[in-house]
């Protein structure tokens, strides 16, 4: 979803496991946020065309929820987290966290299709394994990334095409930052959500609060990591590491 907090013209992305739930709660209770959309929007069957809580800006343009007039007018900001720890809370929030919302034929979980399926792979394997599952392939397949110095300019995208090369970085939270203008750090949250409400001129002090912390999951994400899965994460998410100089 985002957050639109008119009086300050303000627009919030909410980026998952970056502590949108306690901005989304500020800026709702503090500075009269509201939702758009303030539903999901469902397709036939029920499964997702646009999920509530994390969508990005050009997904509203495509549903018509926001043009981008509108958007010009709005200081628009995110969220982004470093990749390494974001996958570990994904995965226990998969693997513990959630499992309860399997016994509930009407959930969110639901809606997400093969979502059910990891969460239930995330119950009986390790984090290292369910790392190899989603991005092992990719790793594998980081020899494609030698051809890419041989071919001509001209025929470049074409021939990586044709070989299964990636031509746009396979990022996490690009969707999410995508033509905004502020991105903060979950490393750094307060802070950086004082620069943007001073930016937009809130003239009062707003404080975030911890809400719906992972408890299950290890306070080091480092532990959850063989050397197998730390070169598939610093692989596959090898830009977004480098541009906001994230490491292990």
């Not at 627009?11 to 959309?37: D, F, I, N, S």
């Not at 018509?64 to 900001?77: H, I, V």
């Not at 299709?113 to 394997?125: A, I, L, N, Q, S």
């Amino acid at each position: 979803m985002a957050i639109i907090c008119r009086e300050y013209g303000l627009l919030y992305l909410m980026a998952p496991r970056t502590g949108c739930t306690a901005v989304e709660e500020v800026l709702e209770k503090e500075l009269g946020g509201e939702l758009v959309p303030p539903q999901d929007i469902l397709d036939e069957k029920g499964n997702f065309r646009m999920h509530r809580r994390h969508h990005s800006l050009r997904a509203m343009f495509k549903h018509r929820l926001l043009t981008k007039e509108e958007a010009a007018s709005f200081l628009k900001f995110s969220c982004i987290r470093n990749p390494y720890d974001s996958l570990a809370s994904d995965y226990v929030k998969r693997a513990t966290k959630y499992q309860h919302f399997i016994a509930e034929p009407t959930s969110w979980v639901h809606r997400l299709p093969g979502y059910v399926e990891d969460m239930e792979f995330c119950k009986t394997h390790s984090f290292d394994d369910w790392v190899v599952k989603h991005y092992g392939s990719i790793y594998g397949n980081r020899w494609q990334r030698s051809l890419e110095g041989v071919l001509r300019s001209s025929k470049r995208n074409r021939l990586k095409q044709a070989l299964g090369i990636r031509t746009k970085p396979y990022l996490m939270y690009g969707d999410y930052t995508a033509d905004i203008d502020f991105v903060m750090r979950f490393e750094n949250l307060q802070n950086d959500f004082d620069q943007v409400l001073e930016r937009a001129g809130v003239p009062f002090k707003v404080t975030i609060p911890v809400v719906n912390k992972t408890d299950e999951r290890k306070a080091d994400y480092r532990e959850y990591y063989t050397e197998r899965s730390r070169k598939i994460v610093q692989y596959v998410f090898r830009e977004e590491l480098e541009r906001y100089d994230y490491g292990f």
